[in-house]
C-alpha cells in the first residue's frame, strides 16, 4: 500500500527561550506549545493528526510561504503526517455497518459460529493490503 504524506506549513514562535508555540496557517484553531524544538515538531504532528482525523476533505495547504510576515522569534516549517498509519495507530472507534448476503450464507455462517464484523475487517485488510 502507498504511503501518502499529508503536508501543511506551519508558524513556530519561541518565546523568552523557554517554550516554543507551534500554529498552522491552514488548520484555523490547530495550535499546540512543546518546550524544545525537538519536542515541538512532535506536538505539532499529533495536534495536525488530531485536527485532522473527524476530516474526510482537507484544507488545501498554503505552499508559496514567501508572503508570509513572519516576527524576529518565528520561523515556518512544513509539517508531514500519514494520515492513513495516525488513524491506524490512534482511531479504533467502531461503527456499525448494515450488508446484505444470501439468506444460506447467513444460516449456514451463524451454524459455524462466524463472527461477520472478524470476518469482514479481515476481508478489507487483504483486499486494502493492510497487515
Known amino acids: 500500500m502507498k504511503k501518502e504524506l499529508t503536508v501543511y506549513p506551519a508558524i513556530f514562535t519561541k518565546y523568552d527561550d523557554e517554550y516554543y508555540v507551534i500554529e498552522f496557517i491552514d488548520l484555523k484553531g490547530c495550535l499546540t ?13 499529533d495536534a495536525m493528526g488530531l485536527y485532522l482525523d473527524d476530516l474526510v476533505d482537507f484544507p488545501e495547504p498554503t ?3 514567501s508572503q508570509i510576515d513572519l516576527k524576529e522569534n518565528q520561523f515556518v516549517s512544513f509539517v508531514s503526517i500519514d494520515m492513513d498509519e495516525y488513524r491506524r495507530k490512534f482511531n479504533h472507534k467502531a461503527i456499525k455497518k448494515t450488508l446484505s448476503i444470501p439468506m444460506w450464507l447467513n444460516t449456514l455462517s451463524e451454524k459455524n459460529h462466524i463472527n461477520f464484523s472478524q470476518v469482514l475487517q479481515e476481508a478489507l485488510k487483504s483486499k486494502l493490503g493492510i497487515d
Open 33 to 45: 506549545e512543546a518546550e524544545n524544538i525537538q519536542e515541538a515538531f512532535y506536538m505539532a504532528q
Open 63 to 65: 505552499l508559496d510561504i
